[in-house]
Structures are given as C-alpha cells and as structure tokens.
C-alpha cells in the first residue's frame, strides 16, 4: 500500500527552483523523521536532505547546502523540499521516506517507508 506520494518535479532550466511535497493520508508525519533522496542513472540512491524526529535537527548533502530547504506543514500530512538555484547535477528521481527511529543518519538504509518517486530534470 502506497503511504507517501510525491509530486511537484519536472523540468527547469538551470537557476530555476522548484518545490517538491510528499504527501499521507496514512501517518502522522509528525511522528516520524523525514527525509528527501534521489538517485540519479548509474548511481546510488542518497540522502538528500533530512530531519529527525528527535528535535527536528536538519542535515544536508554538502552539494545542496544553501540551495535546499526541508520542511513540513499541512498539519503533518505533508513534507517538503523547496530547491532554488538548481543545477544540471541536480537531475534525479527524488524520492521522500519516512522513519520511526529518534535520530537516524541520513542515509537511504535507515528509512523504512519509501514514496514511488519524482523526476527532476534541470537542463537548459
């Protein structure tokens, strides 16, 4: 059974922005760490950017810092992950995943609950 769906990728020109949300009708995601991945062809899934459900501390790929903001809202239905300045590396399917643990690395191996994925694209 489908619990997270993402939506909001596609494609951007480099510099744009775009605003990705994950959204539940199942959990609470209040009570779960988040987080944002993608996998981009030929290569390993990573962890993007996530929060942990211990004290809502961030952590975000060093290649993103800066561009990246997570965050979640809509009465704990929905996460999300706003990318400005976007740039061709950025290409990827982003996926957004959920985890029971207080304070987790951010790495896809600790997430248990995984939405279908979104493509984003950013090339001119």
């Known amino acids: 059974q489908v619990q997270l769906v993402e939506s909001g990728g596609g494609w951007v020109q480099p510099g744009g922005s775009l605003r990705l949300s994950c959204d539940t009708s199942?959990?609470?995601?209040?009570?779960?760490?988040i987080g944002w991945f993608r996998q981009a062809p030929g290569k390993e899934r990573e962890g993007v950017s996530c929060m942990t459900l211990k004290d809502e501390s961030t952590d975000y790929l060093d290649s993103v810092k800066g561009r990246f903001t997570i965050s979640r809202g809509n009465a704990g239905k929905t996460m999300y992950l706003h990318m400005n300045n976007l740039k061709p590396e950025d290409t990827a399917v982003y996926y957004c995943a959920a985890d029971l643990e207080l304070k987790s690395p951010c790495r896809p191996g600790f997430y248990e609950i995984w939405g279908q994925g979104t493509q984003v694209t950013v090339s001119s």
């Open positions: 199942r959990l609470t995601l209040e009570h779960y760490g």
